[in-house]
């Protein structure tokens, strides 16, 4: 005992685990002894709530009783003819009135809870009463839903009762109730509150405590232990509303009623709208409770006093193999380092096991990172059909086996389509993410199908193997592969083509699936992104003997020597199509031989100073790489729209060095006929053969001048030699170079040289003797 004690004061795992014992127990006593003292007292308020609905079932039988009762006594007032006259007649008398009320006082006699039954005659104002009370005017104001209404009223009448007033239950009887108007006849049956309250008396048995009464579909009270109450509207007590808003025939509660617990129950009569309402006050219910609380909690204490010694000899069994594992991994530890008191064996053996396992998880790491990289390689293989180059062990290679079982395997090919685009969108990190989404998203989407495993084979290129039970194509395929098309194209703004391979039998035929896979995939040019492709879509490409479209290749290239872009563009629309009814290959390879046909065709532009050869191998590669033929059409449109302009500036520059020919002509002969003062720009031309405007355009677009200036430049150059040069006058001079007006002639030389013909030729008289020095 004392050892126990001992280790329960130093080791804090025998303090643990025996705290925890004693916390286990003290819990189960706990609970079970409050679960027990629930569940009874609940048993008990059932019994009680089960007892009140059996009693008020009784009173709702009886007052249905009481109801049916009152429809017999109705209906066979109605078929009395002393009755049906009486309601019908338009004429007092005395003793018919006298004979009914007879009639109606034998059957009250018979019916003790009927107070009195009366009939009312509008048409003569007649009332026979069998108490003789008289007609209550407001019983015709009521609105008839019915044959028969229910109109619960005080009365009083002077002289009876004490002059208290009567609380009267009436019944309103309407004999001509489908003709009803205003002068209708009336029944009506009185039962006095009275009755109801003796019955739910009698069948009752509930003490002064409990709170018996009825109230109507409104929350008005229609009969009630306390007397003062009738009539009473409690439709705004919120125990009331909740039996008013409740669609049960039957039903208990609880609530809180002038801040005390009540046990509400009730059952409606369906015949009347009548609710029968017990209320009692909870703490009555079980009138030992608190005596019965007691003792539970004195036996539970008990109980959990004898767990505490329990749990301790408990502890030292289980703490025994803890004890003897805690001395081999530290032996000889009977002080801990820290000086503490108390020893921790859970955290020295939390320390040593963690080392352990960090060791064993990076170990697992390893041996599972090795094992995906092995699967990833050994499943490149199996597509590619070739060995596995590196040594695996067998048994690696053989659990593989057994996971890609098959025994039929379909490849699956994904395109993404427009990656170069893509790239532009996203960053270099994020590509790499896209096509793991990919990964995750078609194993989600295929497994369901079958087992699938996903590899990466280049930059835009993904490939699933999917393993079939059955040598078909599953039917279910395509809507997943659909379903994988909008999920990437909905979260990723990515589209993706799809090339479904043959189905094939074994691993070793896997590569004929992937090779038939990657063919089919490539007929998304022609079909178009997000297209799934397979051996039925593309055989009628396959199958077509399609020819070289020579005929269109012959209308583009008019088309394009044409140069107007609208029959260009029907050219290639027509030659595009005539392409894609055949194979794929034959699509780009009778694409790059139109290329090659325009090239030879126009090969005369490779002179023109601004042509390219690189344009034709740079088209020639996109049609390679293109995805779809509208990028073949854009292709083409580009190389005719060049071409089209290569031939445009081609005549430009043959129609600018005719021009240059024809102006350097038109320059001789402005030289050698200057002297001519018939000399025009209309002479010129017509020995040039073209029109004199169309000339002094050319000649000024070459010259920067006009012909008139080029002329008058031309005479100003003869004339001032011949002023540096000669002794003839000014006006010879002039007229030599074919300008016969001398004044016209010095204003044109001074305009240009700032000096006068004179004044030249002294200035350049004046330089000569200088010029003579100097030699």
């Not at 309250?197 to 009969?223: C, P, Q, Y």
């Not at 369906?270 to 005596?291: A, T």
């Not at 395997?409 to 989404?437: S, T, Y």
Request: negative net charge; contains cysteine; aromatic residues 10%.
């Amino acid at each position: 005992m004392r050892n126990t004690m001992n280790q329960l004061v130093r080791y804090k795992a025998f303090q643990k685990l025996t705290i925890s014992y004693f916390l286990l127990v003290l819990l189960t006593v706990s609970l079970l002894s409050g679960v027990l003292f629930y569940l009874f007292s609940r048993s008990a308020v059932k019994e009680i709530d089960r007892n009140s609905k059996a009693m008020l079932s009784q009173i709702t039988y009886a007052s249905d009783v009481v109801y049916n009762q009152v429809m017999t006594i109705g209906n066979a007032l109605l078929i009395q003819r002393e009755i049906i006259s009486f309601l019908n007649d338009t004429t007092e008398n005395k003793i018919n009135n006298y004979r009914i009320f007879q009639q109606m006082s034998q059957i009250t006699s018979i019916y003790p809870y009927i107070h009195s039954i009366g009939i009312y005659r509008p048409s003569t104002g007649t009332t026979v009463d069998t108490a003789g009370l008289p007609f209550d005017s407001s019983l015709t104001a009521l609105s008839a839903e019915r044959y028969m209404e229910f109109y619960p009223r005080s009365l009083t009448i002077a002289g009876r009762n004490n002059d208290d007033p009567l609380q009267l239950l009436t019944f309103l009887l309407y004999p001509d109730f489908s003709f009803q108007t205003s002068d209708n006849p009336l029944i009506y049956i009185n039962v006095e509150e009275k009755s109801i309250l003796t019955t739910i008396r009698k069948i009752s048995k509930a003490d002064a405590a409990s709170n018996v009464f009825v109230i109507n579909d409104e929350g008005k009270v229609i009969s009630h232990t306390d007397s003062n109450l009738f009539l009473e509207d409690l439709s705004k007590e919120q125990y009331v509303q909740q039996i008013l808003n409740q669609d049960k025939k039957e039903n208990s509660f609880t609530a809180n009623i002038h801040n005390k617990k009540h046990l509400v129950t009730y059952v409606k009569s369906e015949k009347m709208d009548w609710y029968f309402v017990s209320v009692s006050p909870y703490s009555g219910l079980i009138s030992n409770i608190d005596r019965l609380r007691s003792v539970t909690l004195l036996v539970t204490a008990g109980i959990v006093l004898t767990g505490l010694l329990i749990s301790i000899f408990l502890t030292k069994s289980i703490y025994s193999p803890l004890s003897t594992l805690f001395e081999k991994i530290m032996p000889g530890t009977n002080v801990p380092a820290s000086g503490s008191p108390f020893i921790d064996e859970y955290k020295i053996m939390a320390e040593v096991f963690h080392s352990l396992e960090e060791r064993d998880k990076s170990m697992q790491f390893v041996i599972s990172s090795s094992s995906r990289t092995i699967r990833e390689l050994y499943l490149h293989s199996l597509l590619q059909g070739h060995p596995l180059e590196y040594s695996v062990p067998s048994e690696l290679i053989r659990d593989i086996d057994e996971e890609v079982s098959g025994p039929y395997f379909c490849v699956l090919v994904f395109k993404i389509n427009e990656l170069e685009l893509a790239k532009g969108r996203m960053d270099a990190e994020q590509r790499p993410l896209l096509r793991f989404a990919l990964g995750n998203i078609a194993k989600e989407m295929l497994g369901h199908i079958g087992a699938c495993d996903y590899l990466n084979i280049g930059e835009n290129e993904t490939a699933a193997i999917l393993q079939c039970a059955k040598n078909q194509t599953p039917e279910e395929l395509k809507p997943a592969l659909r379903n994988i098309q909008s999920f990437l194209n909905r979260y990723f703004k990515v589209t993706v083509s799809i090339g479904v391979g043959d189905i094939s039998c074994g691993r070793n035929n896997i590569p004929s699936s992937y090779t038939s896979a990657q063919q089919y995939v490539k007929y998304r040019m022609i079909y178009g992104k997000e297209s799934i492709l397979d051996a039925i879509a593309t055989r009628p490409h396959m199958m077509t003997a399609l020819s070289y479209p020579s005929a269109y290749e012959k209308k583009l290239i008019d088309a394009v020597q044409s140069g107007k872009p609208e029959p260009i563009q029907d050219a290639i629309g027509q030659f595009t199509e005539q392409i894609s009814n055949g194979s794929i290959n034959q699509v780009i390879t009778y694409s790059i031989q139109l290329m090659l046909s325009l090239l030879k065709h126009f090969e005369y532009l490779q002179h023109v100073p601004d042509s390219n050869f690189n344009e034709y191998l740079v088209a020639v590669t996109d049609i390679e790489s293109a995805e779809h033929l509208t990028e073949i059409k854009d292709i083409f449109q580009r190389y005719c729209y060049n071409i089209c302009a290569l031939i445009e500036e081609k005549n430009l520059w043959m129609n600018a060095q005719k021009h240059n020919v024809i102006i350097e002509k038109v320059q001789n002969y402005i030289q050698e006929h200057y002297a001519q003062p018939n000399l025009s720009l209309e002479l010129v031309s017509n020995i040039a053969g073209l029109s004199p405007s169309y000339l002094g355009k050319l000649f000024k677009g070459a010259t920067r001048q006009s012909f008139s200036e080029y002329l008058n430049h031309t005479r100003l150059e003869k004339a001032k030699n011949l002023l540096a040069s000669t002794h003839e006058t000014a006006a010879k001079i002039s007229e030599s170079v074919g300008m016969y007006n001398i004044t016209y002639f010095s204003t044109l030389f001074k305009k240009k040289y700032g000096l006068t013909p004179s004044a030249y030729r002294e200035q350049e008289a004046l330089k000569s003797p200088d010029s003579a020095g100097e030699d």
